[in-house]
C-alpha cells in the first residue's frame, strides 16, 4: 500500500468524493473542513441552488459505488415547466429530450454531501476533521496552515465583548500545521489553497468575473396533505427577459425556489426593500407562485442575497506539491447545472491520471490540469449563454420551435445529431467537443435550411412568372 499522504482542503460534495478516490486507491488522506460536521444538522440555509446531478457526476459517482445511494434522495426533473408573464397564463411543459426517459435530478447538497463524507470513511486511511479554517499554504514544503475554526469564532466573538466568548483569548486560535506529500485545494471558488497559489506564483493567471445579478433562496413548501403543489417532476422556470425565478423539487414535498435578479437598477433587489415593495413585485412578475409561498416576506427579508461569479484560473497545480479540483479551479455560474457535475468529473478524471502515473505525481497533475482546463473554460463559457436562455428564450416560441427541431433530428439522425444540451448533460463528451460540435451542427442546419428556401422561392418565382 502506498505511503504518499494528501493533505485536502474543503469537505463539501467534491472533497468528500475525491477523498474517496484517493482512499480507495490506498493512499492517507487527511481532509480538512472549515465547517462544522453537516451530519449534525450545522447546514445554514438561503444559501443553496439545488443541485441538478446528471450523466457526468452519476459516472463518478459510480465508479465509487454509491451512485444508487445519491439518487434515493434525489428526484427526477424530465424537463422545464415553463410560466409564462401574465396572470391566468398556462404554463408549458418542454422535455429535455426525445428520450423521456432521461432526466435530471434535484438533489439537496445535505443530503449529498452526507453520502460522499461518509463514502470516503469507509475506507481506514481516511480521516475527516471539521471545524478547521486553511489560511495558508507553504507551496514548497506541502502543508497547510489552519486553525480551529469554532476556537476562531469564538476568538472573534470575545474581541466584540460576547458574553458566550467570555474567557477566551485570542492565543487559544493557535496554528496547526498540516503536512502531506501533496495538498489539494478542494475548497470552492473562494479557495484558500488557490489564493495561496496566486500570492507565491509569479506565473499564475487569475480572472473573475461577477454578473449584475444576484439570487436569493425562496421555498414554496409542501401541500397540507405533504405533497407536492406543482408538478413534481420538472424545473420550474418564470422567465423574465431580464430576471429570472426558478424552483427545484425536494423529497419532503417543497421547492426549494432561486429569484436570479439585479443587484441595482430602477427594478432591483437595492431597490426592493419593504414588506409592500416585495409583494407588489412578486405579484406582478410571478402571480401564480405567491400563493404558494406563504413565507415569501420572511425568505426575502432574512435570506442572503449571493453573487454569481465565474473565476478562471492557470495553472492548477504546482509540481507535485499542490493541485486544485473543482471550484477551486473553474467556478462557473450555475444556470447549466454542471457546476458540481464538472467537479465530479474532475475527481474521476485526477483519479485517472494518477493511475496512469503513479510515480510521477507532478506529471499526473500536469496530464489532469490538460484534460480539464480547456473543457473548463467551455463550460463556463456554455454556462453564461445558458442564462440568457433561461431567462430570455424560455418563454419564445421560435425557441421552442427550435427545440422541437433539435428533437425531431436527434430521433431522425439517432448517434448523428445531438442537441447542445443533450450532449452536456446525457453525455460524457467533453464540454470543449459538445460546444464545438453544436457550432458545427447549427451550420449544417441552418445552412440547409436557407438553402432549401431559397430554392422553394425560385420555384414560387418560376411558377408565377
Not at 206 to 222: F, S, W
Not at 263 to 284: I, Q
Not at 380 to 402: G, P, V, Y
Amino acid at each position: 500500500m502506498s505511503t504518499t499522504r494528501f493533505v485536502l482542503i474543503g469537505s463539501g460534495l467534491a472533497g468528500g468524493l475525491l477523498a474517496a478516490y484517493l482512499g480507495r486507491r490506498g493512499y492517507d488522506v487527511d481532509l480538512y473542513e472549515r465547517r462544522a460536521d453537516p451530519r449534525e444538522g450545522n447546514i445554514v440555509g438561503g444559501r443553496s441552488i439545488n443541485l441538478a446531478l446528471s450523466t457526468r457526476g452519476i459516472h463518478a459517482l459510480e465508479q465509487l459505488g454509491i451512485a444508487d445511494e445519491v439518487l434515493r434522495h434525489a428526484i427526477p426533473m424530465r424537463g422545464r415547466m415553463i410560466h409564462p408573464a401574465g396572470a391566468g397564463a398556462n404554463t408549458i411543459f418542454a422535455p429535455y429530450d426525445v428520450d423521456p426517459n432521461k432526466h435530471i435530478n434535484s438533489i439537496g447538497r445535505a443530503a449529498l454531501n452526507t453520502t460522499v463524507i461518509e463514502a470516503a470513511q469507509r475506507y481506514p486511511n481516511v480521516r475527516v476533521h471539521f471545524d478547521h479554517k486553511c489560511t495558508d499554504v507553504d507551496l514548497d514544503s506541502s502543508t497547510a496552515h489552519l486553525v480551529d475554526s469554532g476556537v476562531e469564532a469564538a476568538v472573534s466573538a470575545a474581541n466584540f465583548g460576547s458574553s458566550v466568548a467570555a474567557g477566551v483569548s485570542p492565543a487559544s486560535a493557535q496554528t496547526i500545521f498540516a503536512h502531506g506529500d501533496a495538498v489539494i485545494g478542494v475548497d470552492g471558488a473562494f479557495s484558500a489553497v488557490r489564493q495561496s497559489m496566486q500570492k507565491k506564483l509569479a506565473a499564475f493567471d487569475y480572472d473573475e468575473g461577477y454578473l449584475a445579478h444576484g439570487y436569493k433562496e425562496l421555498t414554496i413548501p409542501p401541500a397540507a396533505d405533504g405533497g407536492w403543489q406543482m408538478e413534481k417532476e420538472a424545473l420550474h422556470i418564470w422567465p423574465r427577459k431580464s430576471f429570472m425565478m426558478i424552483a427545484l423539487p425536494n423529497p419532503d414535498g417543497s421547492f426549494t425556489c432561486t429569484l436570479f435578479w439585479e443587484f441595482e437598477g430602477p427594478r432591483s433587489f437595492a431597490t426592493t426593500k419593504t414588506d409592500d415593495d416585495v409583494r407588489r413585485f412578486f405579484n406582478e412578475e410571478f402571480p401564480d407562485a405567491v400563493p404558494l409561498m406563504p413565507n415569501l416576506l420572511d425568505d426575502f427579508k432574512n435570506n442572503p442575497t449571493g453573487s454569481l461569479v465565474t473565476i478562471r484560473c492557470a495553472p492548477w497545480f504546482y509540481q507535485d506539491k499542490v493541485c486544485l479540483v473543482g471550484d477551486a479551479a473553474h467556478a462557473v455560474v450555475p444556470f447549466y447545472g454542471q457546476g458540481m457535475n464538472a467537479a465530479f468529473e474532475d475527481c474521476a478524471v485526477l483519479d485517472e491520471c494518477l493511475a496512469e502515473f503513479p510515480n510521477d505525481r507532478k506529471r499526473a497533475f500536469g496530464e489532469y490540469f490538460q484534460r480539464r482546463k480547456v473543457n473548463a473554460d467551455a463550460l463556463a463559457d456554455l454556462a453564461l449563454q445558458n442564462f440568457i436562455e433561461m431567462r430570455d428564450k424560455t418563454a419564445s416560441k421560435t425557441f421552442r420551435a427550435k427545440k422541437k427541431l433539435d428533437h425531431f433530428l436527434e430521433a431522425a439522425l439517432p448517434g448523428i445529431y445531438l442537441p447542445l444540451y443533450t450532449m452536456v448533460t446525457f453525455t460524457r463528451i467533453p464540454y470543449a467537443e459538445a460546444a464545438r460540435r453544436a457550432r458545427l451542427q447549427d451550420r449544417i442546419v441552418y445552412g440547409s435550411l436557407a438553402f432549401f428556401v431559397m430554392i422553394a422561392a425560385l420555384v414560387i418565382i418560376r411558377l408565377i412568372s
